[in-house]
């Protein structure tokens, strides 16, 4: 009887070790599964400042592989979406707020094509590596040319002015969405984070330019917008809507993000949220005033560094600087688990087909884990973890999107038919 004991006890104990290496085994095969999955599907992320990045720096060169977190290095270019196993990206077109005059918008407009132009050109001298992408189409067969696909989306719709005409310009320019408003109020309608009210949502030109957009295929963005302007836009668009970079609103209370009943009308639109890696949208972290006090001295070389206006030595002297006060005094900052929990809530309320990625890299985002194009993987890896499957995870890193970009197509087309004008 004790020789039985001791044999059972024996093999027990040699499961228990085969499972834990099993285990072990299977947790460190999560990055190569990871890799393997990016490799296999089509990835996009629907917000890359770089335009305004190479603006504020621009001897950037594209094509060269900068050292992460390294000043002035970025959060994107084409190795490192290369090596993040990032198929396709918008680059966003972005224009801040300005005077709502002739003068302003006319600067705005100007700025905007110089940000398409500037694109357009990097994709021009880097053939090898990427094209420009105007449909879903074109994105899977650049991709599986092992190329990169561009797409182009305008965040802020102030460089439309108060002409019509401009939504048909930008769109044969190779805008394929516009997010509404940005930070304050514009000609279209109110914006999240303004402190008044001007239009209670869409105004008279903003409906205008939403049946255009639907009109053209132009995918209409609600992020940045007023809850009454979603509200409106849910009510008139006849295509799904997109917020190309906002989270839920129940785990990050800021108004930039979605509360429930907005990611259920989402949901019903048939439209898609890509959840933004930005820190202040995923979690709010305790303050840090030391590493505040600390960095107030270098906040102007640090801009200047960003410019350009510093020679190399001097940069590096910035640099160094930043650094030994990032290594004494960390900051706080949410962690790439901390954005799968916004994919999980999401996934809760609007089921899994709703939702995508827009890491507003180059303005903002960034977070532990996940700070630039090169470890887009590492939220893969997370979700591979937290049990979704292949199929789910295809679904959010650009499935989704690329369902509800074919769908804006599509009722274009029939809008174009039947012959309606939004003008």
């Not at 190795?79 to 005077?99: C, H, N, V, W, Y």
């Not at 048909?168 to 009210?197: A, C, P, Q, W």
């Not at 239009?199 to 939403?210: A, D, H, I």
């Not at 019903?268 to 933004?276: A, D, E, H, L, R």
Request: hydrophobic residues 40%; contains cysteine; neutral net charge.
């Amino acid at each position: 009887m004790k020789r039985k004991m001791f044999y059972l006890a024996l093999f027990s104990l040699l499961l228990l070790s085969a499972t834990r290496g099993w285990a072990q085994k299977s947790g460190d095969d999560l990055p190569r599964r990871a890799a393997d999955l990016h490799n296999k599907i089509l990835t996009v992320d629907t917000h890359i400042d770089w335009p305004s990045h190479q603006l504020r720096s621009p001897d950037f060169v594209p094509r060269e592989r900068h050292e992460p977190g390294k000043m002035g290095s970025g959060q994107w270019d084409l190795p490192r979406m290369k090596e993040g196993g990032l198929d396709a990206a918008f680059m966003s077109i972005f224009t801040s707020q300005g005077a709502r005059t002739d003068s302003g918008h006319a600067q705005a407009k100007a700025h905007a094509l110089k940000l398409i132009e500037l694109t357009k050109k990097m994709v021009a001298d880097n053939p090898d590596l990427a094209e420009m992408a105007l449909t879903p189409e074109e994105a899977y067969r650049i991709e599986k040319a092992g190329k990169r696909a561009i797409f182009m989306g305008m965040e802020n719709g102030y460089p439309l002015g108060k002409d019509l005409a401009n939504v048909k310009m930008f769109y044969d320019l190779g805008v394929r969405y516009i997010t509404m408003t940005h930070t304050r109020n514009n000609e279209l309608g109110d914006s999240s984070t303004d402190d008044k009210k001007e239009w209670n949502g869409l105004s008279p030109l903003g409906e205008q330019v939403v049946k255009e957009m639907n009109r053209l295929g132009i995918l209409v963005d609600i992020s940045h917008v007023s809850d009454d302007l979603f509200w409106d836009v849910i009510a008139m668009t006849k295509a799904p809507v997109i917020a190309s970079h906002s989270s839920a609103r129940a785990l990050c209370d800021h108004a930039r993000n979605m509360n429930d009943e907005m990611l259920k009308a989402v949901k019903k639109n048939g439209g898609v949220v890509q959840v933004c890696l930005l820190g202040s949208y995923i979690k709010k972290m305790p303050p840090n005033p030391e590493r505040d006090e600390a960095m107030k001295p270098l906040q102007g070389k640090i801009r200047a560094a960003r410019r350009g206006e510093l020679s190399d030595e001097e940069a590096d002297k910035v640099w160094a600087a930043y650094q030994a006060i990032d290594a004494k005094f960390p900051a706080n900052r949410p962690t790439v688990q901390d954005a799968a929990d916004h994919i999980d809530h999401m996934a809760k309320i609007m089921g899994i087909d709703h939702i995508g990625i827009g890491s507003d890299f180059d303005g903002g985002g960034g977070l532990i884990g996940i700070d630039d194009v090169s470890e887009m993987p590492n939220l893969t890896k997370e979700l591979l973890k937290r049990g979704y499957s292949e199929n789910d995870i295809r679904k959010i890193w650009g499935g989704n999107l690329m369902r509800v970009f074919s769908e804006v197509i599509k009722v274009s087309g029939q809008i174009q038919a039947n012959g309606v004008s939004s003008h």
